[in-house]
C-alpha cells in the first residue's frame, strides 16, 4: 500500500485509501459499488467524491491487491453495469486486519476459487439469470464452465439453493458446485460436485 499505490500516485488522502482498502476486503464476495461507497462517506460527513473513491479502489486494482469481478447476464451473453464483487488477492488479508475474528468458511472458498480460476488464465465474472446468483461464469478460449461455492452441503436447503442456480442455466457447458465437504455428492442433472482441494485438476 505504502509503495505501490500511496508513494507512486501520490495520494493525498491515505486514510480514505486504507479505509476502502479495508471495506473492501472485508466485503469480498460481495456485490458493492462505487456510488454505495461514496453515499456511505457523505453519510458520515466526510469530504470526497464520486471520482477520489472509483481512482483509489482502481489504483488498489492496480497494485495486485483486490480483483473486481464483473456481473454478467447468462442470459443475455453480456455484462451488467453497476455493483460488482471485489476479491482479495491474498486470503490472509483478512486475517491481518482482524485477527481473532471468526468469520467461518465460505467466503473464504468462494474467494479461493475465484483466485485459482484467474491462475488458469480464465475471465472471470459473476453470473446472473432469472434473479438467481451463480458464483462464477469462467471462459477460456471456447470453454466455459459455471461454479457455485459454498462451504458445505449439510442442509437440505443449502443443496436445493446451490444447485438450483445452476440448474437455471440451460446450455451444456460444464457445471460445478465447490464445497469443502469430506464426501463427494453424485452428479444430478450434469452438475458436478467437486472439493475444493481437487478443483483445480478440472482447469
Given at each position: 500500500?505504502?509503495?505501490?499505490?500511496?508513494?507512486?500516485?501520490?495520494?493525498?488522502?491515505?486514510?480514505?485509501?486504507?479505509?476502502?482498502?479495508?471495506?473492501?476486503?472485508?466485503?469480498?464476495?460481495?456485490?458493492?459499488?462505487?456510488?454505495?461507497?461514496?453515499?456511505?462517506?457523505?453519510?458520515?460527513?466526510?469530504?470526497?467524491?464520486?471520482?477520489?473513491?472509483?481512482?483509489?479502489?482502481?489504483?488498489?486494482?492496480?497494485?495486485?491487491l483486490i480483483h473486481r469481478c464483473e456481473?454478467?447476464?447468462?442470459?443475455?451473453?453480456?455484462?451488467?453495469?453497476?455493483?460488482?464483487?471485489?476479491?482479495?488477492?491474498?486470503?490472509?488479508f483478512k486475517n491481518y486486519l482482524y485477527p481473532g475474528f471468526g468469520y467461518g468458511f465460505g467466503y473464504l472458498v468462494e474467494n479461493l476459487i475465484y483466485l485459482e480460476l484467474r491462475r488458469a488464465g480464465y475471465e472471470v465474472y459473476t453470473g446472473n439469470i432469472k434473479n438467481k446468483e451463480v458464483d462464477f461464469v469462467a471462459n477460456k478460449a471456447d470453454r466455459v464452465i459455471y461454479v457455485q461455492c459454498a462451504y458445505l452441503l449439510a442442509e437440505p436447503e443449502t443443496i436445493v439453493r446451490e444447485y438450483g442456480s445452476l440448474e437455471a442455466i440451460n446450455d451444456h457447458y460444464e457445471k460445478y458446485i465447490v464445497t469443502l465437504d469430506d464426501l463427494v455428492l453424485p452428479s444430478n442433472k450434469g452438475i458436478r460436485h467437486i472439493q475444493a482441494w481437487n478443483f483445480g485438476e478440472q482447469l
Open positions: 500500500m505504502l509503495r505501490d499505490v500511496i508513494q507512486r500516485h501520490s495520494i493525498r488522502e491515505p486514510r480514505l485509501l486504507e479505509e476502502i482498502f479495508v471495506y473492501l476486503v472485508n466485503n469480498a464476495s460481495n456485490l458493492v459499488s462505487v456510488s454505495n461507497i461514496f453515499k456511505y462517506y457523505k453519510g458520515l460527513g466526510r469530504k470526497t467524491s464520486y471520482d477520489i473513491i472509483s481512482n483509489y479502489i482502481g489504483y488498489i486494482e492496480d497494485a495486485f456481473r454478467f447476464n447468462i442470459k443475455g451473453k453480456e455484462i451488467i453495469a453497476g455493483n460488482v464483487k471485489f476479491y482479495a488477492n491474498d486470503l490472509s
